[in-house]
């Protein structure tokens, strides 16, 4: 498809999906845990993404080769995604996916803040800076709220923490010479990478394997087909082919989907607190990623 100035119908319904996809994968990892041991899942899905990427990067003849000057960036990149999902992972298995999904879709928040110190033309306007302060208010309130069923000090932090690495890749791919490297081969980094991290690391948090039942192994391959491999490169696509801003100011939907998707697929407890966070922060993610109105 050729390149778009605006965001049309079809662009609309396919970034609510992957906003709806993301989300509903926040469930899945949930459910998931009850069978696998919650880094050993992460370190699973990422050995299957792999796979996944060589295959479709064989029938679409994509080349593997990434210019020398770019691996140190792509190690970083792999080692941030590495930590990012042993957090996300072990956050979702201790906490609510309510709680854990406003935190760690905060990541705009604190990626608009550091851009505004590290990349040229990301200043801060007045417009970002309320949707900065909206969003962080939300964060703290989700922090402060103790209340409910599951409810750890550990899986908020831990959440954070992924959004922190979340950030940090998102900077890693813009600002170092990872920039000039095609979708596929950075997302090949970044699963290749992290998958042996997270596969060794895995046996230091208990046995890897639970209760295994068929819908924990359901809940794997749409992990590794749905989000981490082929999920992953439409979005890069979408992001081809529409503005980039215009393709994040649909981020908000994120946390959203998440909280509705836990209160009624998991019968979560959520607090009137975590509503008003989610309110607060899918605000001010809208914000962050608006674009000013040209001038008359």
């Not at 989300?23 to 796979?51: D, E, Y």
């Not at 999902?85 to 979702?92: G, I, Q």
């Not at 505004?116 to 402060?144: C, D, F, I, Q």
């Amino acid at each position: 498809m050729e390149r778009k100035a605006h965001i049309d119908r079809f662009g609309a319904a396919a970034l609510i999906a992957f906003a709806f996809n993301l989300a509903f994968n926040q469930v899945v990892i949930k459910v998931t845990a009850g069978g696998f041991n919650p880094v050993f899942a992460a370190g699973l899905r990422s050995a299957g993404a792999v796979v996944v990427l060589l295959i479709w990067m064989r029938l679409r003849g994509v080349s593997l080769h990434v210019p020398r000057d770019a691996w140190t960036a792509g190690l970083v990149a792999g080692l941030l995604f590495a930590l990012e999902f042993t957090c996300l992972f072990v956050a979702l298995d201790i906490t609510t996916v309510s709680r854990a999904s406003v935190i760690f879709y905060s990541m705009p928040v604190w990626l608009a803040l550091i851009a505004h110190y590290l990349l040229p033309g990301e200043s801060l306007t007045r417009l970002k800076g309320v949707g900065l302060l909206l969003a962080m208010a939300g964060v703290a309130l989700a922090l402060s709220n103790r209340s409910g069923g599951e409810v750890s000090w550990t899986g908020d932090l831990l959440a954070l923490t992924s959004a922190f690495c979340w950030a940090g890749i998102v900077l890693c791919v813009r600002i170092t010479p990872l920039s000039r490297v095609p979708p596929a081969q950075q997302l090949m980094f970044q699963v290749a990478v992290s998958a042996p991290i997270m596969l060794l690391f895995a046996p230091l948090l208990g046995p890897l394997i639970r209760d295994l039942q068929p819908i924990h192994l359901a809940g794997m391959l749409f992990q590794i087909i749905a989000v981490a491999s082929l999920g992953f490169l439409v979005w890069f696509w979408l992001m081809s082919i529409y503005p980039a801003s215009s393709v994040a100011s649909f981020s908000f939907l994120s946390p959203v989907f998440s909280v509705l998707l836990g209160w009624l697929l998991l019968s979560e407890d959520v607090a009137l607190s975590v509503w008003g966070a989610l309110v607060l922060v899918a605000s001010g993610i809208y914000l962050i990623n608006r674009r000013p109105r040209p001038a008359a």
